[in-house]
Nanobody, 125 residues
Framework: QVQLVESGGGLVQAGESLRLSCTASGLTFSGYDMGWFRQAPGKEREFVATISWRGDSAYFADSVKGRFTISRDNAKNTLYLKMNSLKPDDTAVYFC??????????????????WGQGTQVTVSS
């Protein structure tokens, strides 16, 4: 069965960095586009970033562009999100997700078939 497990969340101060990881099992990870989403209390889940299956194309939400990078290591079945210059507004539960092959746009939660359980990121001011 497909499993996505996030790790790397925590409590940091504004301006600091974190790197999230998402390890996949139960499927051929290298064959799928992947994404990161986040959800703050009382808000809808929002798109953060997506990366193509080969890792050669990425797209970011305007709110994180220039501060976050997304990458993947297909040999390790792992997706990453490096978050720099964190702000209190980045506080949320972060989820990784595996895209359905023919569902678009990749910025929409509905384009993703499998989801991890989430990891909490808290940024203090």
């Amino acid at each position: 069965q497909v499993q996505l497990v996030e790790s790397g969340g925590g409590l940091v101060q504004a301006g600091e960095s974190l790197r999230l990881s998402c390890t996949a099992s139960g499927l051929t990870f290298s064959g799928y586009d992947m994404g990161w989403f986040r959800q703050a209390p009382g808000k809808e889940r929002e798109f953060v970033a997506t990366i193509s299956w080969r890792g050669d194309s990425a797209y970011f939400a305007d709110s994180v562009k220039g501060r976050f990078t997304i990458s993947r290591d297909n040999a390790k079945n792992t997706l990453y999100l490096k978050m720099n210059s964190l702000k209190p507004d980045d506080t949320a539960v972060y989820f990784c997700a595996l895209a359905s092959s023919y569902a678009f746009p990749r910025s929409a939660p509905g384009a993703y078939r499998y989801w991890g359980q989430g990891t909490q990121v808290t940024v203090s001011s």
